[in-house]
């Protein structure tokens, strides 16, 4: 409504005291507040009634303006009393808001440890006690023979003294045992669980296997194999299947293996129709093909037969990993059953390289998803090599053949120089270990690597006794391979920039790689017509000045990472480094002696007769290395190379390194042409046999 009509509608106020038209203080929240409001209100009451007393008599006018004044001090007194309690209120209530909400800075006094350095001792090497093998017996009763422990029952103080002194003994004592009781002593074995619950106890899967276990012949490896079939017949029936490699050098091991087939049944005892089904038996082969040669079986004669009937694959080649995956996958069905399966391989070589790069792991996983335990027979791995080399007469022309076998290396990737200098190696020297994928398919899968001997091993032994060899190999423990995969060896190379340095090195210096292989070799049979010769000649000494510097630039690489080498753990990749970087100073001044007999050789050549008796003729003039040297400029290289070579036998004794490093040594470093002789080539009347792949 308007404001004029809004005013009449409301009833007329009375007349109130200037001083109750103070207004009130604004509203306050909380208990403090409260209490100032009721506080103010008292104040200003009772001084207002006290004064309206006194002014009664007053006049109107000064009664008036003093009410006025009165009301004005009043109002700003009343005014700045609250406003000076309400801002005490406020700050007391600030600071103990603050008291309780911000703690206390406390300053603790940092201790300090003080620890001293401790010096790594060395382990104390173990005491060796060595006791006389011969003893004499006691014929004659000494002191000697007594302890010097007191008697039981002695009276008087007895010591260690002479026998001949007086002793008596306590009469008491001897009348408390005169008084003997019966006392049966029980067999110790009756306790023990029988062998059954023995090899239940044995987790499966969760050990590894022996990736090399040194037997003399074929007889003591069966012996193992015999016990390891009989540990498994102990928890329930089992099939073995036997994987053969079918190269012609292995006939004679498979007729070895058929003699002692009927002794492997009968010495389990399973001779009998009730029991001979516990241990069926099947066999495969391999070379360019896998073969399944025998199903599962127990009939003895079969299995013999199967054996003896294997065929012999020209193709040179062998699926070694491949056969063994499929050998595994084609007896699933049989360890659903609930057989137990385990694998023999019998082979003399390592098998196709690529197709082990391919299957290796394969076939591990599939034995091992099979719970199939992998044994192999086979022969000791060439050092630090693929190859080794095998002598053979061509029965018709009577030509020597170096046929290649592959027999390693003992390592995933080849950790040594594959050139002798010259060209590519073709010396056999043994490993100490069985080949790579072998001995890692055995301890994978907890079998066993058999390393049968060969005529390699005497390489690694000082002397010709079985004794002295296994000493020898047992004390490169310290040497053993890296058998993990070979991704996982090739990722962990970077951690050690020594192995990635040893690795650089033998790739680039490696004849097999097709790039290197024309640049890394010499030719070391020359034309007996000197015209020829002198062209041979000149081309390879360009060749072997190249060489030089190949060998130079790596032993310069080697000699800057020599603090790698004193930080390198492994004893092995101790050995690589002071092998290969002898070998690379020795092989300069070799080569370089090369050069210098091929150019006295062109300057005043050689003269040999064309024929020699019975049948012989010259072929060609072969270089040959010597003790005698031609030139000074050599002396110096090989002066350090022999200070290194001998380094090389002092800190890795009995191993393959120090034997490497004595056949360098042997080898001289001279070079001189010397004639060979050859008997003619003779054409066979029949078709022409071809030479043999191994």
């Known amino acids: 409504m308007p404001r004029e009509q809004a005013s009449a509608a409301s009833p007329q106020q009375p007349a109130t005291d200037p001083a109750a038209e103070t207004p009130a203080a604004p509203a306050r929240r909380g208990f403090f507040r409260r209490r100032e409001k009721d506080a103010v209100a008292q104040a200003v009451a009772e001084p207002v009634a006290d004064e309206a007393a006194d002014d009664d008599e007053s006049d109107s006018a000064s009664g008036r303006f003093h009410e006025r004044s009165s009301g004005t001090w009043r109002r700003i007194l009343s005014g700045s009393g609250a406003c000076f309690f309400s801002m005490l209120v406020h700050l007391v209530g600030l600071l103990v808001l603050g008291w309780l909400a911000v703690p206390a800075q406390v300053k603790t006094e940092l201790k300090t440890l003080v620890s001293s350095i401790v010096e790594e001792r060395p382990e104390d090497e173990p005491v060796e006690i060595e006791l006389e093998q011969t003893l004499e017996a006691a014929t004659e009763v000494t002191q000697a023979v007594f302890s010097s422990a007191p008697l039981v029952g002695a009276s008087g103080t007895v010591s260690g003294g002479p026998m001949n002194a007086t002793m008596e003994l306590d009469q008491k004592v001897v009348e408390e045992f005169t008084t003997t009781t019966e006392v049966t002593i029980e067999a110790p074995t009756l306790a023990l669980p029988t062998s059954k619950k023995l090899i239940d106890a044995i987790p499966e899967g969760e050990f590894k296997g022996d990736p090399r ?79 399944w040669n025998l199903k599962p079986t127990s009939n003895r004669d079969e299995i013999r037969n199967a054996i003896s009937s294997i065929p012999i694959d020209p193709s040179g080649k062998e699926m070694m990993c491949e056969a063994v995956g499929k050998s595994v996958a084609w007896h699933r069905e049989y360890r659903r059953g609930g057989r137990r399966m385990m694998l023999i391989l019998v082979t003399d070589e390592s098998g196709d390289r690529q197709n082990n790069n391919e299957y290796l792991e394969l076939a591990i996983g599939e034995a091992k998803s099979q719970d199939c335990r992998i044994y192999c027979l086979g022969r000791e791995s060439v050092f630090g090599y693929p190859y080794a080399h095998m002598r053979w007469k061509h029965p018709q022309t009577g030509h020597v053949h170096w046929l290649p076998v592959d027999r390693g290396p003992e390592t995933g990737f080849v950790e040594q120089l594959q050139t002798n200098g010259f060209h590519r190696r073709y010396d056999a020297f043994a490993s100490g270990f069985g080949p ?64 990635t340095l040893i690795w650089k090195v033998v790739s680039d210096l490696d004849p097999h790689n097709n790039k290197a292989a024309r640049s890394v070799e010499v030719r070391l049979e020359f034309a007996i017509d000197l015209p020829s010769f002198v062209r041979q000649a ?45 070998q690379t100073v020795a092989y300069q001044a070799r080569l370089y002696e090369y050069g210098v007999a091929l150019e006295e050789f062109i300057k005043s050549p050689k003269t040999a007769p064309l024929t020699k008796a019975p049948n012989l003729h010259l072929v060609h003039w072969d270089a040959h290395t010597v003790k005698k040297t031609r030139s000074d400029e050599s002396l110096p290289y090989i002066e350090k190379s022999i200070e290194l070579f001998q380094t090389v036998i002092d800190n890795h004794p009995g191993t393959p390194w120090a034997a490497r490093a004595k056949w360098e040594l042997a080898r001289g470093f001279g070079v001189d042409f010397v004639p060979d002789y050859d008997r003619p080539y003779t054409k066979p009347t029949g078709p022409l046999i071809p030479v043999p792949k191994y």
Do not use: H
């Open 436 to 499: 790579y994928e072998q001995t890692r398919m055995a301890r994978e899968t907890g079998g066993i690597f058999f390393m049968l001997p060969t005529l390699e091993s005497a390489l690694v032994r000082a002397q010709g006794n079985l004794d002295e060899r296994r000493y020898e190999l047992e004390a490169m423990r310290a040497y053993r391979p890296d058998l993990r995969a070979r991704i996982e060896v090739f990722a962990d190379r970077d951690r050690y920039p020594l192995r």
């Open 213 to 291: 276990a040194i037997v003399d012949n074929y007889e003591q490896a069966m012996d193992r194999i015999t016990q390891e079939i009989n540990w498994l017949l102990d928890k329930g029936p089992v099939l073995v299947v036997w994987c053969f490699d079918q190269s012609e050098s292995m006939k004679d091991d498979q007729a070895e293996i058929v003699e002692r087939i009927n002794r492997v049944y009968t010495e389990l005892g399973l001779v009998n129709r009730d029991n001979g089904d516990m241990l069926l038996t099947s066999v495969t082969s391999y070379g360019g093909n896998v073969l």
């Open 538 to 582: 000149r081309e390879n000494q360009q060749k072997a000045k190249l060489l030089i510097g190949y060998f130079g630039w790596a032993q310069k690489l080697l000699e800057e990472g020599r603090t790698l080498r004193d930080q390198e753990p492994e004893p092995r990749w101790q050995g690589n480094y002071d092998i290969i970087l002898a």
